[in-house]
């Protein structure tokens, strides 16, 4: 597998702290970069760790609160100023489009990239390529919010016994993976099934700024990963649910009721300098669950098992 990692640019919920920048998040999937809610701060917290904005190839508003959203003019920016070649797709709830439009064009600037805008107005596939689809589900927020998908297709890993077995190997191979069969001499149609083993695509999933719904179960649906935010304590469910946020509890049920992997929690008060609690609280529903600080990176892989919650093994931080 390719490098497939979540990068944690920011963890803090509606303004940063000494140790939290604002929201932030990048995934790598192969050959595509995908950047998640660029709060403030985002471009230097790109440079801490790691993050080119040549790597960028889309970019994610689950909604306009500015938390989520005030990184966007100079990643927009830096996009030019790095003489960024490829373009670059931005979605964003359809609802917040004059936002947008303010963003992209706070201050004076010479802009050369391409960004191809796509306002998110319907629940769906808004993205499909060759490797994989994304999907947006509307979320419950005090605005409107989206939540989005990375679903890979399903694939077949052929087995290489099997194929000595029947004499294939060379240009054949490539073209039974290509079309899913291959006719033989004996005029057998073989099909892939027959000398492979399917194999799940991977998957990953963001929920932000939300209470529990339907859209966050349609999300989190047997991901391999879910990213939800964690606001608050379940001893401050009744804030939370004024708020239209999660409890560490409320996000660790969404993932067991969807049969998702591994639960990253993120998004935390400002109220809450240590998240070991948090930990726990979500551990006791769903033991899969790690908590997210800046610079954490999380290798995004297939999750089959639960296991204990912990960081170790799972995770590292950026230096």
Not at 22 to 50: C, I, K, S
Not at 167 to 185: N, T
Request: aromatic share 6%.
């Amino acid at each position: 597998m390719s490098d497939r990692l979540l990068i944690a640019l920011g963890t803090s919920s509606q303004v940063p702290t000494r140790e939290r920048n604002h929201n932030g998040y990048f995934v790598r999937w192969d050959d595509a970069g995908l950047l998640f809610d660029p709060g403030e701060g985002t471009q230097r917290q790109m440079t801490h760790f790691g993050v080119a904005a040549s790597d960028i190839t889309a970019i994610f508003l689950t909604h306009l609160h500015g938390d989520h959203c005030l990184g966007l003019p100079g990643v927009i920016q830096r996009l030019s100023l790095d003489g960024v070649a490829h373009p670059v797709d931005l979605y964003y709830p359809a609802s917040g489009a004059e936002y947008v439009q303010r963003l992209r064009r706070a201050s004076i600037f010479t802009e050369t990239a391409v960004i191809r805008e796509h306002p998110v107005d319907a629940p769906g596939v808004i993205c499909e390529t060759a490797r994989f689809r994304i999907e947006a589900h509307p979320l419950d927020h005090t605005v409107e919010s989206w939540g989005y998908r990375l679903v890979e297709p399903d694939t077949v890993a052929l087995l290489p016994e099997k194929l000595e077995a029947l004499g294939l190997r060379g240009p054949v191979v490539g073209q039974l993976k290509r079309q899913g069969f291959l006719d033989l001499p004996n005029g057998h149609r073989l099909q892939v099934a027959e000398v492979g083993r399917a194999k799940r695509g991977g998957s990953f999933a963001l929920v932000m700024d939300s209470r529990p719904c339907a859209g966050a179960l349609a999300l989190a649906a047997g991901v391999d990963t879910l990213l939800c935010e964690a606001t608050f304590l379940e001893s401050e469910a009744a804030e939370a649910e004024r708020y239209g946020h999660m409890t560490a509890r409320q996000a660790a049920t969404v993932a067991r009721e969807a049969g998702a992997g591994l639960l990253v929690l993120t998004h935390f008060s400002r109220r809450y300098r240590q998240t070991e609690t948090f930990v726990q609280e979500a551990a006791a529903v769903h033991p899969n669950v790690i908590a997210l600080s800046d610079g954490m990176t999380v290798p995004l892989r297939h999750t089959v098992h639960p296991v204990r919650s912990g960081v170790a093994n799972v995770v590292r931080q950026r230096s």
